[in-house]
């Protein structure tokens, strides 16, 4: 059977509010670099087709340019309306991964078992998953693009998804702390203390 060479996309949402954690967490360092460069450092570009990255602040804006993604700027919409903007700029792609600019300890490996695993279920969504449960970031298939586009409010991209037809597989991350985010300055301290088992290097 012939390969068919699928274009995936992948959106970095990174236009949070912090609110929890009182100021921007995506800025904050980790082990001396911004909690959203571990994410974007992450990423295995040579497997996507289209970067963008959805942000609220003039400084996570550069961050992303200086690692080469294009822009889209959501400073107060909620978590809907940035998803929406990320999924404008997909036209043309057969899936797309969404993953959050909060995220930092996720892997290289995990992102490309994600990818990889989507050859086959193409029309299929797939989520990186802990002992704790699914999880971010989250791979949709193009015929959800739609019902993405139609969120409302605080809705995630996993509302667009309808329990009972649409499939839903998940992909096990190497670690735990993978899916962990970082909401308040105490899980900062929480993900520092993972790095020593943490493989950065590709």
Known sequence: MEEV???????VLAAGQSRRFGRNKLLEPLAQKPVLLHVLDMLPRESLDRLVAVVGSPEAAQLCCDAGMSIRFNKVGPLSHTIRLGIQAMEGMDGCLFVMGDQPL??????????????????????????SGPGSP?????????????????????????KGIDRVHLVQADYEFELW??????????????????????
């Open 181 to 202: 985010d970082a909401d308040t300055p105490e899980d900062i301290a929480k993900l520092e203390s993972c790095l020593e088992f943490m493989p950065f290097a590709d």
């Open 106 to 131: 996720c892997t290289t490996v995990s992102i490309r078992r994600i990818l990889a695993a989507f050859g086959s279920v193409s029309n299929d969504v797939l989520r990186l998953s802990n002992c």
């Open 5 to 11: 060479d699928l274009k995936i996309g992948c959106v």
């Open 138 to 162: 989250v791979l949709f298939p193009q015929r959800l693009f739609g019902a993405l586009a139609t969120l409302a409010g605080e809705q995630s991209g996993m509302k667009a998804v309808k």
